[in-house]
């Protein structure tokens, strides 16, 4: 027996495995309950008592060795693996996918830009909005049919709470709070009930200004208007404001610009007019500074509204409006070199 154990011991030191399967069945063969060294430890029971001391302390050399041999093959193949799998840190990156802005959000921060530089301040206000900050504070009569449910989305169950159907809330909202001089841009999404086509959207986004100090005048608005216009569009863009209507200015006015795809000279988006219109605006309604805290006798106000849709549309020519929505990547693309 003690011939057997020696004879192992040799054969298990000179170990070698090529593969992880090899070691595998090398382990097998040794160590597993059908191997040669349990083989061993079965028979112990016919050593003679008086070898069972040397040849017991043999064949646990045996395995204490054979299992540090399957070990260290094991690791040395572990090891070798990692090296093999080390990454070539001289192979060329990956190119990294970078995303662009949303042409909206382009658009909407070079409105932003504009306006800050005049001196207004960034304010919002929610898109669940009530009855109260989108139109009664805002001068709309009471049968007035912007609260039709044909324009407007209602909160079920709710008929006091609504999605905002213009940034024009968010002037309540701040006048409510804060007392002259007031500077404010609001940029937001708006909801109106209509059915989606490649020009009219239930959602869309607008950009609502609000100036209101001691002696605004329409001169001021006018001036804004053109300083806006010329930097939005090129300093040839000339502006024209025709007389209008809303409930929350007066006078009221819609502001064109010459049509900057064609000069002004008249093309299929203007309609052959030369001139198109993007936004409405006016001086602030005294009812809405009264309704919203403010002394109409002390102060006066010009506010202002656009799409920035529109605005997109005519910087880039975006013939449908449900691009804007529906993520198509082929589409966001194009405006890569926008951002
Ligand atoms: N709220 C108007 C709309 O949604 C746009 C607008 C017009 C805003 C005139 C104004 C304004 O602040 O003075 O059509």
Redesign the pocket.
Known sequence: MLEKIEQLIKEVNALKAASAEELESLRLKYLSKKGAINDLMADFRNVPAEQKREVGQKLNELKVMAQDKINSLKEAFEAQKAVDEKPDLTRTAYPVELGSRHPLNIVKNEIIEIFSRLGFVLADGPEVEDDWHVFSA?NFAEDHPARDMQDTFFVEAHPDIILR????SV?SRVMEVTQPPIRIICPGR?YRNEAISYRAHCFFH?V???YVDKNVSFTDLKQVLLSFAQQMFGPDTKIRLRP?Y?P??EP???MDISCNICGGKGCAFCKGTGWVEI????M?HPNVLELNGINSKEYTG??????IERITNLKYQVKDLRMFSENDVRFLKEFEAAN
């Open positions: 805002m159907t213009h940034t024009s002037q708006v607008q609502e200004a609000l209008s809303f929350f200015t009221s006015a819609e936004l409405g605006c006016g602030v010009f506010a202002l509204g656009m799409g």
